[in-house]
Structures are given as C-alpha cells and as structure tokens.
DNA sequence: GATTATTGGTCAGAGGATCGTACCAAATTC
DNA sequence: GAATTTGGTACGATCCTCTGACCAATAATC
C-alpha cells in the first residue's frame, strides 16, 4: 500500500525541481544572449505573471507567492531596466498597474521561443503522447498545490 | 498574436515550479514543527545528497547544483546544528567525508514521512496510474535535464 | 456621515543564498 | 621532479527575501 518513492529514488518534488531548473536556466541563457542581460530569474518569474491589460503588485506577489515587497523590489528593477512600467490604476487611486513595454515584450518573445525549444527536445525525448500526459498531470496537480492558479 | 502571458497555458518548466514549490514548503514545514527549526530550503537540497558513507563537498555542489563555496557555508551551518559532521576522507588527505548525525537521520525521517504524506495526496488526486506515468515521465526527462544523475 | 477595518503600496533594515576571484595543499600526470 | 589537476577555504559583492512599521485610499459598519 505505499505510494512513496521507490527506495533511492527521489521525490515527485525533487523531480519536478530538476526539470524545472532546466528549463529556466536555458531561457535565461537565451533571454541573454538575445542582448536582455540584465534580467534575472527572480525578476523572470515575477515578469511572467503581468497580465495584457495591466497587473497590480500585490497580485503579482500572491501569484509569484512572494511578499509585495519583494514584488515591488523586483518591479522596480524592472522598470529600470524598461521592461515594464507602472500606470495609475483608474479604478483604485492607491494602485498602480505594472504593465510591459515594446521592450518588455521583445523579451517575452525571446523567452518563448527558447520555451517551445526546450518543450520540443523533452517530447522528441519522452514521445507526444507522454509529454502530454505530464502536462495533464502537472495541470492536473495545480488544483491542489496552486491557490492561485 | 498576443503574447501576454496569462493567455495560454503555463510551460512545462513553470507547471514544475509549481509543483515542486508545494513539496519543498510542505516538507520544511513538517520538519520544522517537529522542532528542527532551524533548517532551510538550501540547506535540505545539500543535505538530501548526503550518501550513506559520507560524502565529499565538491560532490555535494555538483550535485546540489551549486559551487563549492554555497555547499561550504550550507554544510558549515548544518554542521553547527548538528544535522552533519566532517570526518577526515581515509583515501584523500586533502578532502572531508561529510557524514549524516544521529539528529540529521532523525530530521530525515520526519522529511520522508512528509514526503509520502504528499505524494499520497497527489496519488488521491491524479489517480494511481497517471502518478506512476507522471513520475516515469520525470525520471526519464532527468536523462536530459541532469547531468548529474 | 463618521468611525473603523481592509487593502494597495512604500520605506528601512536585516539575514540568507549565491557567485567570482584568489589562494593553498595534496594528489596526479608527465 | 616539475606541471597540472583536484578538494577545499577565505573574502567580498550582489541578489533575493522577509519582518516590521507606516501611509493613504477604499470599503464596511454603525
């Protein structure tokens, strides 16, 4: 009846760590060499949670599950560095929207296609229809592991 | 053609983030209530690549997935709680055998019982088959993703 | 409408984690 | 025996993150 790792073997939560810090060195490294040096991994996650129309800090915090003020130490550098900027909010006169600029989005765009890259060489690796199990799973696990998904 | 992020699904490297963030703060805090307070993240993601026999820092770090010098002040700090000792390596003069302490297998056993309790409730809710498949899956990408394996 | 509580955000300070550079001593290679 | 590699340490810098305290605008309560 036990469901645990094998014996040896590392947890689900090692694994998914593994595989996660692949993918996110290579997009750096691409974000990098595509002449964004200046972005980091933190200010990264952060970044990827900024909406089309405009996000407030404490909502990027509770999805990239940092204190707002480590939200708004990270937007700031991003500003300027002129990835994003920071518009008044129309309907809150205490909040601010942190929205993305051309530049912003030129990385985005970077950032992307080193994504689907490295998404492609892990299902050349694991087949089509595996590599679409573990995303229905892992989207799958969201439910529980991610309140704000 | 938008790029913004919430449109779309997140890429398999953040759905791993996820995942593996809820397992990390899972664990820590069950080995933290049960009164091994003064551990962190980093120091746990050394600590759990510490063989049976003891093993060497440079090894640790590459594992780790750190330089020497991280895995230096990570093991001097666990070696001052108590988690791990420094024993003179028999083979090499030069190097040390970091080793695991009576307290350190203690702090371990509360981490795999933690472990399990987590993954069994990700089995509840994946069911038993697409959990063997997602951690197949995982294990296989480790193949690409770690060369450290 | 006035008071209270909540919410969005900032400021200041601290500690932890990580790295680069430089260096030493033992081991290995030539 | 000299040159190179390897295991490890020391120092300094930077980045990330948190706590605690605070302010101003909004929402809730009376």
């Known amino acids: 009846m036990s469901e645990g790792p094998p ?23 691409a974000v990098t060499a595509a002449g964004f040096a200046d972005v980091t991994a933190a200010q990264g996650r952060v970044f990827a949670r900024i909406g089309p129309n405009g996000t407030r800090l404490t909502e990027l915090a509770e999805q990239a599950r940092v204190t707002k003020q480590t939200a708004a130490f990270l937007v700031d550098q991003l500003e300027r560095a ?12 205490r909040a601010r929207l942190v929205t ?49 998904q």
């Not at 014996?7 to 290579?26: K, Q, T, V």
């Not at 990835?83 to 006169?93: C, E, F, T």
């Not at 299902?123 to 529980?144: D, F, K, N, P």
């Open 7 to 29: 014996d040896g073997e590392p947890n689900l939560g090692l694994l998914c760590f593994i595989a996660y810090r692949a993918m996110e060195s290579r997009v750096l490294d």
């Open 82 to 93: 002129g990835y994003v900027r920071r518009a008044p909010d129309p309907s809150d006169a």
């Open 100 to 148: 993305i600029t051309e530049r912003g989005h030129a990385a985005i765009r970077v950032a992307r296609g080193a994504e689907a890259e490295v998404e492609a060489e892990w299902t050349r690796h694991l087949g089509r229809q595996a590599t679409s199990q573990l995303r229905r799973a892992l989207t799958r696990l969201r439910e529980i592991t991610d309140p704000y």
